[in-house]
C-alpha cells in the first residue's frame, strides 16, 4: 500500500498505516471466517503479512485488505491447497 505518493517502493518514507484483513468463504464478504490487522511501515515499504490461522483445506477463500478506508478489490478466490499428507 501506498500511504502517500511520496512513499514509493524502498523510499524508507511516509506514515505508518493501520491496514486491516478480511477472510471470506464468498465475494460478497458476508460469510467471514478471519479478520485481523497489521501496521504497515516505512522500513518493511509498507507491507504487511497475514498469518490466517484456522482455515479448512481444500476450501477456496476470498481476501480484501482494507487502510484508509478503501477496501482492495477482491482478487479471484485463494485456490484451495491439497491436504499435507501425514
Known amino acids: ?3 502517500v505518493p ?3 517502493p524502498g523510499s524508507g518514507t511516509g506514515p505508518d498505516t493501520e491496514v ?3 477472510v471470506a468463504r464468498d ?3 458476508t460469510d467471514i471466517v478471519a479478520r ?3 501496521l504497515a511501515t516505512a522500513a518493511a515499504d509498507h507491507t504487511v503479512k497475514a498469518d490466517v490461522r ?3 483445506p481444500a476450501t477456496g477463500y476470498w481476501f480484501r485488505f482494507s487502510a484508509g478506508g478503501t ?3 477482491p ?3 485463494a485456490p484451495p491447497r491439497p491436504p499435507t499428507p501425514p
Open 54 to 56: 484456522g482455515l479448512r
Open 1 to 3: 500500500m501506498t500511504p
Open 75 to 77: 482478487p479471484a478466490p
Open 6 to 8: 511520496e512513499a514509493v
Open 20 to 22: 486491516s484483513w478480511t
Open 36 to 38: 485481523g490487522s497489521a
Open 27 to 29: 465475494k460478497a464478504f
Open 71 to 73: 477496501d482492495s478489490p
